[in-house]
């Protein structure tokens, strides 16, 4: 059974990947923090890491560079930020897949 982490703060979306990824048959963790992921993938070796930049520690950036310091594992990076800056520094986090997402349209065109 697969193990995946997904770092996220919005517990909407925290319900909405787990739901989706039990069915599919992972096992799912959730980490609310930027510190708690860096220590749930030292902890738990997960397979995938699903990742959401903006956490309330930490830069999610930030903490792909951690992880990236003691672990190769596959990296998943949600994010709604669409500005250059970002863009940039983005690119420090090596081997990470980037999606750009609009939960946040989804969900109020569905409220």
């Given at each position: 059974?697969?193990?995946?982490?997904?770092?996220?703060?919005?517990?909407?979306?925290?319900?909405?990947l787990?739901?989706?990824?039990?069915?599919?048959?992972?096992?799912?963790?959730?980490?609310?923090?930027?510190?708690?992921?860096?220590?749930?993938?030292?902890?738990?070796?997960?397979?995938?890491?699903i990742?959401?930049?903006?956490?309330?520690?930490?830069?999610?950036?930030?903490?792909c560079?951690?992880?990236?310091?003691?672990?190769?594992?596959?990296?998943?990076?949600?994010?709604?930020?669409?500005?250059?800056?970002?863009?940039?520094?983005?690119?420090?986090?090596?081997?990470?897949?980037?999606?750009?997402?609009?939960?946040?349209?989804?969900?109020?065109?569905?409220?």
């Amino acid at each position: 059974m697969p193990r995946v982490l997904v770092v996220d703060d919005d517990p909407s979306l925290l319900k909405a990947l787990r739901i989706g990824l039990t069915a599919r048959g992972d096992e799912v963790a959730i980490a609310r923090s930027g510190a708690e992921a860096v220590e749930q993938v030292a902890l738990r070796r997960p397979d995938l890491v699903i990742l959401d930049l903006g956490l309330p520690d930490t830069d999610g950036v930030d903490v792909c560079r951690r992880i990236r310091e003691f672990s190769r594992v596959p990296i998943v990076v949600l994010s709604a930020y669409g500005d250059e800056r970002r863009k940039v520094r983005r690119r420090r986090c090596r081997r990470a897949t980037w999606t750009s997402t609009s939960f946040t349209t989804w969900r109020r065109a569905t409220a």
